[in-house]
Every structure is written in structure tokens, then in C-alpha cells.
């Protein structure tokens, strides 16, 4: 399995397509110039390859590729019902990347594209200007960031969350979201605190971690980078979602939620998201087709107006559990659960 290091490293990717629009963008250089290893092939459009039927994702997650690309309106969607708003009135997620360093089992990155090569973005001034228009119309507006990636694990390659984290002094009424599993403690240091940009740190017991969120870093890790989140005095959200019902993990679920809200300062954490495994039915099959052996799939699971999700019964006696020992240190209106 690659360790972290190899994830966000700055030459991982062997093969980098370059669409020809893309060519002469800054960021295009600069990822370039760091993987000068890279074969580099010259591409029309990205969906060329991206989107080509019948590739092996699997292999592709195991051989990474890159693609350099120029989007397209829309810069800016919607953010879905199936996640969380924490009370903003505007609520958009932003995709610099398509598809993601880490690969999680549970991830609906694999049921939504055909590849697993990562796209990345290169016209970000064009984004600058739909979420600058976008921030001008709304009081409050929350823009997530690593809503179909995890944005952070890419910085070393290049370091998106840097730029747009110098947009937020011309865009006020913004506040920016970087979800995260990395344990990229640099970026963290690099980035000026401002209370318009939330870590949220992804955060599961180790042996979920072991199970399902292949070449992220082990809890250990996650933990000490909430801790220099803090120090640092950037806005630390926690998010235990998804959270996993099965039997065989609730003790360590009952350990590791005492050993994070003892180690972490409630008072230091913004707010909570607690929320369970759901995913859209029809990425569900798909995954399942592609996923034959995991057990994740095989599983039983109630579907309502076409989210898979876990059974209510078993939410509602996990959620209780868990939910009390939060409770015990977390304000309920500080804990936001889906
Ligand atoms: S970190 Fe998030 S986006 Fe990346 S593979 Fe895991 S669940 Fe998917």
C-alpha cells in the first residue's frame, strides 16, 4: 500500500496528459516543471481519455495518472441535500479535481466517472471570477471544496486550497470548507488562519481506516494534524461521517470517540458533522458491478427516493450511542447530524 509520502508527493504520477488548450496556463507549468519525470502526452479533450468506456479502475488507482484540463462552465453546483449546510443560505461545492489521491471503498467517486485518472483544473482564474460573482450575491455563502476530491492531499502537486485562500480577503461573505483525510501538516502551517476557512478532518477509527480508506493516513497522523490546526488558529471542524454500523466495529468506535474528544479541546473544535454511509443507488450498482468482492456492497441497506443508506433501526441505535458520548463534550447545536 503507498504510504502517505508517495500520495501527496510531488512526482506521482508517471503518465500526465495535457489537453492542448491547457498547455501554456501557469498552473499546467508548475505541475510540469515538478513531475519532470512524467511522460507527457498532448490530448484534445480530456474526456478523450477521461471518459473512454470499459477502463480499469482499479488499475488506474493502483498506476496514477493526471490530466490537465480546462473546465467549462459551470465553475460552481449546488451543494446536495445529502450533505450538510451548517446553517449557511448559500451553499455551492466547487470542483478544481475530478476524482481523488485517496481511494476509499465507500467513495461514490467510483459510481459517478468511468476512470479513476485524476483531472485537475488549470484555468482557476475563471473559477476566482464565478465565486467571486456567486460570494457578491448571498450575506453568507459556504463553498466546499474537496466535496468530489480531497483537495489538501493534492497540494503537493499543487497547492489549489494556497490560491484560494488568497481570495478570500475581496470575497467577504465567503467561507471555504477543505475537507480533509490528509495529514498535511506544511499546508496547514502555509496557510494563514482566517475564520472564513474550516479544516474539516475526516476522522475514523483505525480499523475503518484499515478496512476501507486505502493510502490515507492512519489515525495517529489525522489526530496530530487537528492538533496543529488548532495551535495554528485555524477553525477545525470534525467529521465523523461516514460512520459504519457493523458489529465488529463498535468497540472500536466506543474507544476512539473517548480518545478524540479527550485528546481534542471541545472548546478549540467550531462544530461536529456525524452522519452514515449513503450513496446514490445508481452509483451504488455500479460500484457493486466493479467491486464484486467487497462486502461493503454485499451488504443490506433500505433505499429511499434512490439514497442507499444504512437501515433506520441500526442509525438509530448506533447514532444514540455514539451521539451520547459527543453529547457529553460538544454543545448539541454545535453538532450537525445528517
Ligand atoms: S478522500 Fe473523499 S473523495 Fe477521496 S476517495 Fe476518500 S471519500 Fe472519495
Not at 172 to 179: A, F, H, K, N, W
Not at 234 to 250: G, I, K, S, W, Y
Request: with cysteine.
Amino acid at each position: 500500500m503507498p504510504s502517505l509520502t508517495s500520495c501527496e508527493a510531488k512526482s506521482r504520477y508517471n503518465v500526465i496528459y495535457v489537453e492542448d488548450r491547457a498547455a501554456d496556463f501557469p498552473v499546467t507549468r508548475t505541475i510540469l516543471q515538478k513531475n519532470s519525470g512524467a511522460t507527457v502526452i498532448r490530448i484534445r479533450n480530456y474526456k478523450d481519455v477521461f471518459s473512454r468506456p470499459r477502463q480499469n479502475t482499479i488499475f488506474q488507482k493502483q498506476n496514477p495518472s493526471l490530466i490537465l484540463a480546462v473546465k467549462t462552465e459551470p465553475y460552481l453546483y449546488p451543494g446536495p441535500d445529502v450533505c450538510q449546510n451548517f446553517g449557511f443560505d448559500a451553499f455551492y461545492y466547487s470542483n478544481f479535481l475530478l476524482n481523488c489521491p485517496f481511494d476509499c471503498e465507500y467513495c461514490y467517486l467510483g459510481g459517478m466517472y468511468n476512470s479513476a485518472i485524476t483531472v485537475a483544473f488549470v484555468n482557476i482564474e475563471d473559477f476566482r471570477s464565478s465565486i467571486l460573482d456567486a460570494s457578491q450575491k448571498h450575506e453568507r455563502m459556504l463553498l466546499a471544496l474537496s466535496y468530489d476530491t480531497d483537495l489538501a492531499a493534492f497540494d503537493g502537486v499543487y497547492s489549489y486550497t494556497n490560491e484560494i485562500s488568497g481570495w478570500l480577503r475581496e470575497m467577504p461573505s465567503l467561507s471555504v470548507e477543505i475537507r480533509t483525510k490528509s495529514a498535511n501538516i506544511g499546508l496547514i502551517r502555509n496557510l494563514p488562519p482566517s475564520a472564513s476557512l474550516v479544516f474539516a478532518f475526516s476522522l475514523s477509527p483505525q480499523s475503518v481506516i484499515d478496512r476501507y480508506e486505502r493510502h490515507t493516513p492512519g489515525l495517529e497522523s489525522r489526530i496530530r494534524a487537528v492538533e496543529a490546526a488548532i495551535d495554528i488558529g485555524h477553525p477545525v471542524r470534525l467529521c465523523f461521517d461516514p460512520v459504519f454500523t457493523a458489529a465488529e466495529f463498535q468497540a472500536d468506535y466506543d474507544l476512539f470517540f473517548e480518545t478524540i474528544l479527550h485528546r481534542i479541546p471541545a472548546e478549540k473544535i467550531r462544530d461536529v458533522s456525524y452522519g452514515f454511509f449513503r450513496m446514490n443507488d445508481s452509483f451504488f450498482k455500479r460500484i457493486a458491478k466493479n467491486r464484486p468482492n467487497s462486502m461493503l456492497y454485499l451488504d443490506e441497506y433500505e433505499i429511499t427516493d434512490h439514497v442507499v443508506s444504512v437501515r433506520s433501526d441500526l442509525r438509530e441505535s448506533v447514532a444514540a450511542r455514539h451521539l451520547e458520548k459527543i453529547f457529553a463534550h460538544i454543545p448539541k447545536e454545535r453538532v450537525f447530524v445528517l
